[in-house]
């Protein structure tokens, strides 16, 4: 009848629609995001991903103990591009430091360009710091590492030579309020922890090369 169609056509009435809460609800997460997007050129883009992995890096190197000066941590990053744009050359964001306990432990950091580091380049670099005694070199890549540069790094450098990715180096991650705390165990805390499991020296995986945290850290090969 027509009146008892009406009342199915009522009772199967579709539901409401429910709208998920969005993250432009929340000013927190736009203001962040909002912070990672550069809307400017090429160029403009450029220098903003140059400032924060800089950034990152200094930061880095601030909280292993190294003396980093607060003028280059506050800066911002027009203060960067303001500095940078006159002569944008990637030799100028090199940096050098020493550990504030030891002025011995020198650091530099060193930047490469978009192209891809072969060979030739790994040697210019190493023939570019030979003979100031670094006991670290971290080197920031904006293109891939071929196979053979990256064999010739373990062969020319007899100190330790950390290899990022400039997209590595976008986000301090270590800040992040979920990042757990991490603490390399000392030679007896590590004895322990291997004898109470029953497990050799040789037999736990290290990820040290593949892990960000881990080599932001600065943790050396069998590192726990």
């Not at 995001?33 to 140059?50: C, I, K, N, W, Y």
């Not at 000066?69 to 050359?89: K, Q, Y």
């Not at 192209?115 to 920031?140: H, W």
């Not at 497990?199 to 892990?211: A, G, H, K, L």
């Amino acid at each position: 009848t027509p009146n008892g169609a009406a009342a199915a056509a009522a009772a199967f009435e579709a539901p409401a629609l429910v709208m998920e809460p969005s993250f432009d609800d929340v000013p927190e997460v736009v203001g962040w995001m909002s912070s990672m997007v550069d809307r400017g050129g090429r160029a403009s883009q450029e220098s903003h991903r140059l400032f924060l992995a800089r950034r990152t890096a200094l930061e880095m190197l601030r909280d292993r103990g190294y003396s980093v000066p607060e003028s280059e941590l506050a800066r911002t990053l027009p203060e960067f591009r303001a500095w940078w744009a006159p002569e944008p050359e990637i030799e100028r964001l090199t940096f050098s430091t020493f550990l504030a306990s030891d002025h011995s432990d020198k650091v530099k950091i060193l930047f490469c360009g978009p192209e891809p580091v072969r060979i030739a380049t790994i040697q210019k670099i190493y023939d570019q710091i030979e003979g100031e005694n670094f006991s670290r070199l971290i080197l920031i890549l904006q293109g891939k590492i071929m196979p053979r540069a990256k064999e010739s790094v373990k062969e020319k450098f007899t100190f330790k030579v950390d290899i990022f990715q400039v997209n590595e180096l976008l986000v301090n991650i270590s800040t992040h309020a979920l990042k757990p705390k991490h603490e390399v165990l000392t030679a007896e805390e590590k004895a322990r922890l291997l004898k109470k499991y029953n497990v050799q020296d040789s037999q736990y995986i290290s990820f040290i090369y593949y892990n960000y945290i881990a080599k932001q850290e600065f943790l050396r090969w069998k590192h726990i």
